[in-house]
Every structure is written in C-alpha cells, then in structure tokens.
Nanobody, 123 residues
Framework: QVQLVESGGGLVQAGGSLRLSCVASGLIFSTYTMGWFRQGPGKEREFVASISWSGRNTYYADSVKGRFTISRDNGKNMVYLEMNGLKPEDTAVYCC????????????????WGQGTQVTVSS
C-alpha cells in the first residue's frame, strides 16, 4: 500500500523555474532516503538528486548542480525538487523514489516509485 505521488510538473520556458513535490504514504517516511530520477524522450532513466533520511546530506547529478535543490519535510511525508534555470534538455518525466538502503544514484536499490510528472522546457 506504499504510494508516492508527484505533482508540480508543467510547461515552462527556458530559464524558468518549477517546484516538484512528492507525497508518500504507507511507509515510515523519515527512515527512507528519497531520490528524484528522470527519463527524457529517447533517453535512459537517470539520477537527478537524493536526500538522506535526516535531510543532512544531499547529492546531485553534475548536470543539475547549482540549478536544482532537493529538500524534504518529514512531518508532511514530502520531498521537493526546486528547479531553476531550466533548460530544454531538462525535459523529462520526473519520478520520486524511496530507498531503505541509503543509496544515492543506484535506481535498482530504490524500492518504491511514483508514477512521475511531466516537465517540458521550451526554448
């Protein structure tokens, strides 16, 4: 009965910003590492960012460092991805995921996945 539901995607112009949200239910949220992954058209799924259970440690793909910020609110069972300076190459379906192993970029170790939210960046 674990569910992860993303929201906040949409269409924006290059240079714009979006804030994605993911709400989790059916798990002890504060014990899980949370991550964001994306898959663009014709591309493989790739790691975007992750945050430790406490929120003390965050990790980012090189392609988004300095532009994206991941955060979490354990009281609300939510994780966020603030995206600034968006580029057309950021266009993808963004999914949040939960890992009980503290993994960073290895998507195989994320047990629970949301359905994703579409982010489209126009030039």
């Amino acid at each position: 009965q674990v569910q992860l539901v993303e929201s906040g995607g949409g269409l924006v112009q290059a240079g714009g910003s979006l804030r994605l949200s993911c709400v989790a239910s059916g798990l002890i949220f504060s014990t899980y590492t949370m991550g964001w992954f994306r898959q663009g058209p014709g591309k493989e799924r790739e790691f975007v960012a992750s945050i430790s259970w406490s929120g003390r440690n965050t990790y980012y793909a090189d392609s988004v460092k300095g532009r994206f910020t991941i955060s979490r609110d354990n009281g609300k069972n939510m994780v966020y991805l603030e995206m600034n300076g968006l580029k057309p190459e950021d266009t993808a379906v963004y999914c949040c995921a939960a890992s009980q192993f503290g993994t960073r970029s290895d998507f195989a170790l994320y047990k629970y996945w949301g359905q994703g939210t579409q982010v489209t960046v126009s030039s």
